[in-house]
């Protein structure tokens, strides 16, 4: 490749911006794939995503063949990308027709491709992996030192970029529900006040109530603290379906 280091920067750069709302991963790992291919040609670039459990999320794959390939591993449970997202070392141009050991179905597969030789890279960061890169290369043609540091960035940018995008989104959705939490509190602890006015009973009593009907009624608490608030459930609707027992209220109250 003509320019690498010019290449190398707008990569960077494209691969850089994942702090965004509407950022895929699935359309960002087909991005680093693409960009893996300019740099790597004839070698064939597949990368795999996994989620916080380990589970591989998304496959993407340069080629049909390696494509193919990849569903394979998938299917054998071996192969570069299973050892590399598990914590194998990385390979350079690692020789498949001596992986049999290794891969007892997989290299032979790769062989009848026409793939000679396989390099991988992990997405790591620390005690992080999000997934991991292999690429496959045809007889004759070998990853160079310049391409596999060039790659390794390419890779190293890109898994700081899904980390922190999805410590973004994690941050975010604690922020929500912390927010959903707080919201809630205040209606109950509205319609409480509301009810217990209404009934003449204690604070206390009218949670119970208030819990017991959104029970029968298979409905969400906060909907029923909502419409007790709002006057759509009066203090009779609350009680009205209790056993007489339930329904006692304090000396000189009447629901409304």
Same mark, same amino acid.
């Given at each position: 490749?003509?320019?690498?280091?010019?290449?190398?920067?707008?990569?960077?750069?494209?691969?850089?911006?994942?702090?965004?709302?509407?950022?895929?991963?699935?359309?960002?790992?087909? @991005? $680093?794939?693409?960009?893996? #291919?300019?740099?790597?040609?004839? !070698? +064939?670039?597949?990368?795999?995503? %996994? /989620?916080?459990?380990? @589970? $591989?999320?998304?496959?993407? #794959?340069?080629?049909?063949?390696? !494509? +193919?390939?990849?569903?394979?591993? %998938? /299917?054998?449970?071996?192969?570069?990308?299973?050892?590399?997202?598990?914590?194998?070392?990385?390979?350079?141009?690692?020789?498949?027709?001596?992986?049999?050991?290794?891969?007892?179905?997989?290299?032979?597969?790769?062989?009848?491709?026409?793939?000679?030789?396989?390099?991988?890279?992990?997405?790591?960061?620390?005690?992080?992996?999000?997934?991991?890169?292999?690429?496959?290369?045809?007889?004759?043609?070998?990853?160079?030192?310049?391409?596999?540091?060039?790659?390794?960035?390419?890779?190293?940018?890109?898994?700081?970029?899904?980390?922190?995008?999805?410590?973004?989104?994690?941050?975010?959705?604690?922020?929500?529900?912390?927010?959903?939490?707080?919201?809630?509190?205040?209606?109950?602890?509205?319609?409480?006040?509301?009810?217990?006015?209404?009934?003449?009973?204690?604070?206390?009593?009218?949670?119970?109530?208030?819990?017991?009907?959104?029970?029968?009624?298979?409905?969400?608490?906060?909907?029923?603290?909502?419409?007790?608030?709002?006057?759509?459930?009066?203090?009779?609707?609350?009680?009205?379906?209790?056993?007489?027992?339930?329904?006692?209220?304090?000396?000189?109250?009447?629901?409304?």
């Amino acid at each position: 490749m003509n320019d690498r280091e010019r290449w190398l920067a707008e990569a960077l750069v494209d691969l850089a911006d994942t702090v965004d709302a509407d950022f895929d991963e699935a359309e960002y790992a087909h @991005t $680093v794939t693409a960009r893996l #291919a300019e740099l790597l040609d004839p !070698g +064939e670039p597949g990368l795999r995503l %996994a /989620d916080a459990g380990g @589970t $591989v999320r998304t496959t993407v #794959a340069s080629t049909g063949r390696l !494509g +193919e390939l990849l569903a394979l591993e %998938a /299917d054998f449970t071996e192969g570069p990308c299973t050892s590399s997202q598990h914590g194998g070392k990385d390979l350079v141009n690692d020789v498949l027709g001596l992986a049999d050991t290794k891969w007892p179905r997989y290299a032979p597969a790769a062989r009848k491709r026409g793939f000679a030789s396989v390099s991988t890279m992990s997405l790591r960061h620390r005690e992080s992996v999000v997934g991991s890169v292999c690429v496959l290369s045809p007889l004759g043609s070998t990853v160079t030192g310049t391409e596999i540091r060039s790659a390794g960035a390419v890779v190293s940018v890109a898994t700081t970029g899904i980390l922190h995008n999805r410590m973004l989104r994690d941050s975010t959705r604690t922020s929500s529900q912390l927010q959903y939490a707080l919201t809630s509190r205040v209606l109950v602890e509205q319609a409480k006040g509301a009810v217990a006015v209404r009934l003449g009973v204690p604070p206390a009593e009218a949670f119970d109530i208030l819990r017991a009907y959104a029970r029968r009624h298979n409905m969400p608490l906060n909907d029923v603290a909502k419409a007790a608030i709002d006057g759509k459930l009066s203090g009779y609707d609350l009680i009205a379906d209790l056993a007489p027992r339930r329904k006692r209220v304090s000396r000189g109250a009447q629901p409304r």
